[in-house]
């Protein structure tokens, strides 16, 4: 079943949003994405058909965002900011940390295929940085402790409680989360 | 510590407050929707908006009544708004938190502009990695949809807008309003050449209006409490209401901060931000966003409002103030500035795409002890041509680090590549051939 049958109800909520096809196309790529892990070349030629576009056009824009991952990465792929806010206070020490802790660098993943790492550019967090993304969540303030936490939730649950929730820092002087 | 009246990040600061469509209801949400729908025309809409003084809060600072303006008065067809809510500006965070923890907040605002512009689909825009904010955001798409505030005859007034939640894919360009439309039509995202502008021709070609989260936000409250109210506030006549600050880097506090413009930088990092985190002095500070040039501890009692900021040679921008303590290398500083730039640069123009990749180069070679002299006329000479040689202002952003660094910390550079000269580390210059 081509992955466009599979999510038939969610593909067409989508369409519905626009009224010119194309612009449904970064969205497909998501749903491409979330289904394979990265977006494949038969999904491409999939969506190309399924929108009136080329393969060129779903290509050309598929290579000019970050986001999208054209060959897969890690069950976990950890982003950390390496802008200059973050760098600031402690970003390259938290890449060290990885480095050690993982025994891979930036654009590097580990043999099991389980941890992805890249140094990103900013993520919009700077005032609770060191900051990284894994996946669709984000972790804030990270020092070595919490990041061992981490790491350790990834790989025997699959999630970890210690990412952000609702942002807000400062949080206010009266509420205790 | 000096308080001030909070306005948009007054609900999320009450204990217990969810941003769910209850709570913003009991907090007075929608009020204003009630009150301006089908009751004062969107004309007048557009006039109080405009007599406000609210300066869009993304980057540019331009008046938002203005530009809704420019919309065709005569046009038949669709007209859209977009809330850009790419917020990709390093040292900015603020319209994360109005998206996450208010969103009613500024989908009141958005709907409020709907009904200004005579718009019947909205597009939030926002960032692709903000999965959790685009999560809450469509949550409260649906509740107010059930309430009764979007889709089709909203409160029974007859008047139909919706809302859709589009998120990008991690370009920091699309935060550029045309760029951003490009993107929404499923292209990659490069700045158009302006004019026509999008108030004309915008997004499918149709008027167009790109408003920020932040600015969206005060909509409501504007209706609600009046022009003359808003525009008292901060530094009338030219900035009027408050911003969020979001202040990070070398401080106790880093955080967003709610305070009226025209408040010292001063007070911003030393009350709110809690002071330096360390006994180390104030060195530096970026007072809005990566785009804006460096300042120095002499400019600690410039006022936050788009003018004092811009008399002092930065950019109130987006808001963004990044304070870096003594000791921090300002070539490093203007590095990891660059290779944002460099990494973000959509290519469209050549001084930009080029340049940056020029730029970084030396910066790096400087950095590493291996500069020389004429890299520093080398570096002003690129940055000379690049600003105002782009189609969208991200050539001068990209300028702003190096230029305003090498004005005010040269000695840096200069002592850097006096090492390098002390060390012999410079590569002689290749023998000419010819």
Avoid at chain 1, 16 to 23: G, N
Wanted: proline content about 6%; aromatic content about 8%.
């Amino acid at each position: 079943m081509t992955f466009l049958d599979k999510h038939k109800d969610e593909i067409a909520e989508i369409l519905s949003r626009y009224p010119v096809k194309r612009s449904a196309l970064i969205p497909l790529l998501y749903v491409a994405q979330h289904d394979q892990g990265y977006v494949s070349e038969s999904a491409m030629q999939e969506i190309a058909r399924l929108l009136g576009l080329t393969p060129p056009q779903v290509y050309e824009t598929v290579t000019f965002y970050t986001m999208f991952n054209l060959k897969p990465v890690g069950k976990f792929h950890i982003q950390v900011c390496k802008s200059l806010m973050c760098a600031l206070i402690g970003s390259d020490t938290m890449i060290g940390w990885i480095k050690t802790k993982l025994g891979i660098a930036p654009g590097e993943s580990t043999a099991d295929g389980l941890f992805t790492l890249s140094a990103v550019e900013c993520l919009a967090a700077c005032g609770t940085g060191p900051m990284m993304q894994i996946n669709e969540d984000y972790y804030e303030r990270v020092t070595e402790d919490k990041l061992d936490h981490i790491l350790a939730d990834l790989r025997s649950t699959g999630t970890s409680a210690l990412k952000s929730g609702p942002f807000m820092w400062p949080e206010p002087v009266n509420s205790k989360e | 510590m000096p308080q001030h009246e909070l306005i948009l990040l007054k609900n999320m600061m009450q204990p217990g407050y969810t941003g769910s469509l209850q709570d913003y209801e009991k907090a007075g949400g929608y009020q204003a929707l009630r009150n301006t729908l089908g009751k004062i025309a969107p004309a007048d809409v557009t006039a109080i908006v405009r007599k406000s003084g609210l300066r869009g809060r993304g980057g540019a600072g331009f008046p938002t009544g203005v530009k809704w303006g420019f919309l065709p008065k005569d046009y038949q067809g669709p007209r859209y708004l977009c809330c850009n809510a790419d917020e990709s500006e390093p040292g900015t965070f603020k319209d994360r938190q109005l998206m996450e923890r208010d969103p009613h907040q500024v989908l009141e605002g958005i709907l409020l502009a709907c009904y200004a512009i005579g718009a019947e689909s909205a597009y939030i825009y926002i960032r692709g990695e903000m999965v959790l904010g685009s999560k809450i955001l469509e949550q409260a798409i649906r509740e107010a949809r059930t309430g009764g505030y979007i889709g089709k005859n909203i409160l029974g007034t007859g008047i139909h807008a919706d809302v859709w939640v589009h998120r990008g894919a991690g370009a920091y360009i699309c935060g550029e309003e045309t760029a951003l439309l490009e993107s929404l039509e499923g292209k990659r995202g490069l700045p158009r050449i302006k004019p026509p502008f999008p108030a004309t021709h915008g997004l499918y070609n149709k008027p167009t209006v790109v408003n920020n989260v932040e600015t969206l936000a005060n909509l409501p409250h504007i209706m609600n409490r009046g022009a003359e109210w808003f525009a008292a506030i901060g530094s009338p006549p030219k900035s009027t209401g408050t911003r969020v600050f979001c202040v990070s880097g070398h401080v106790k506090r880093p955080g967003n901060y709610e305070v009226p413009m025209g408040v010292t930088v001063r007070e911003l990092v030393y009350e709110h931000a809690g002071g330096m985190r360390s006994d180390k002095p104030l060195k530096a500070f970026i007072p809005g966003g990566a785009s804006a040039p460096f300042l120095t501890p002499a400019h600690l009692d410039v006022k936050l409002d788009f003018e004092h900021v811009a008399t002092a040679g930065s950019m109130l921008g987006s808001g963004g103030v990044t304070v870096m303590e003594e000791g921090t290398s300002m070539v490093w500083a203007a590095l990891r500035l660059m290779e944002f730039f460099y990494h973000e640069s959509c290519g469209k123009c050549s001084p930009c795409r080029e340049g940056s990749s020029w730029l970084v180069q030396t910066l790096r070679r400087i950095l590493a002890k291996r500069g020389r002299m004429q890299d520093l006329e080398t570096l002003l000479d690129l940055c000379k041509n690049i600003a105002g040689r782009t189609v969208c202002a991200f050539g001068d952003a990209e300028v702003a680090p190096i230029q305003s660094t090498l004005k005010h910390w040269r000695q840096e550079y200069v002592d850097l590549i006096h090492e390098a000269e002390a060390a012999n580390l410079i590569r002689p210059e290749p023998a000419r051939t010819t």
